[in-house]
């Protein structure tokens, strides 16, 4: 080969380069501006989650989220990476969302539609293949966001009634005696302790979503099982909550308001996790024995 044509085949290789650097020059730039454009709807997610302690949970969903990318880096490493454009449409489709949340001062829309444009970029920039090994993670992202208030209230007030009157039934079969005023339990006549919605437990089944959905991805089962554990969580919750409102009413009989208060509020919040955690863990222990792998001298000759 000459040297002319050796020279003209670089050259080409390098226009290839530079034609194909200048075509990932929107996808770079496409996150720094969709951040910055999210960047007053991040600061009010962050408000939120460090002022209501029901969704405080949210603030650990990224984080955990990029665990969740670690533990599966190997199966990332083999996935091929090319851009679908499709992503675009789901980014249009957020935008649009956001945009009614903007006109119609719905909050939620603008966070719910964060989250989507961080599905869409996954799709537009990485492509089907990674998206597709992604998918459970990019849906869990949505763990992060509060839930709208009506959905809140729509689920508080139950919850917190549910609370009195569970509280109030286990308080009686062992021995004590409540009256019920709404959702403050006078006990022996002479004790009262309010349910307030703090004691709902909406703080506990928020929490114990985002840990379900972290255990079930993390553990080999079938995804039935996974289901089951993430759906068993909101249970959970509940029974955990109700083992808290029953010791703290029966410190406040025996102790002090005090103490009590103290003990809901400090130790029992941070018993309960480890509570629930053993709660799925034996869940996923039931499981594994209600399902028996077939041995091949069972199976069927064909």
Known sequence: M???AEMAGNRVSVD???HAAAGWWP???LPIALLWSYWPTLIGLIRDWRSDDNYSVGMLVPFAALYLLWQDRRSLAGSRISPCWWGLGLILAA??????????LYESAERYSLVLTIVGLVL???GWQVFWRVRWILLFLFLMVPFPGRIHNLISNPLQTQATVSAMFVLELLGVTVIREGNVLVLNNRVPIAVAEACSGLRMMTAFIVVASVLAYSVTRPLWQKAAIVLSSVA??????LIRL???????LWTSSELAERFFHDFAGFTMMP????????ELWIMSKLVVAESPAERPQT
């Open 246 to 252: 029953v010791i703290t009413a029966f410190l406040f």
């Open 2 to 4: 000459s040297r002319s």
């Open 236 to 241: 959970v919750a509940i029974v955990c909550n």
């Open 16 to 18: 290839r380069h530079r």
């Open 95 to 104: 935008q649009a969302a956001r945009a009614f949340g903007l006109f119609a």
């Open 275 to 282: 509570l629930a955690i053993l709660f799925l863990l034996g």
């Open 124 to 126: 537009l920039i990485a």
């Open 27 to 29: 996808l770079v730039l």
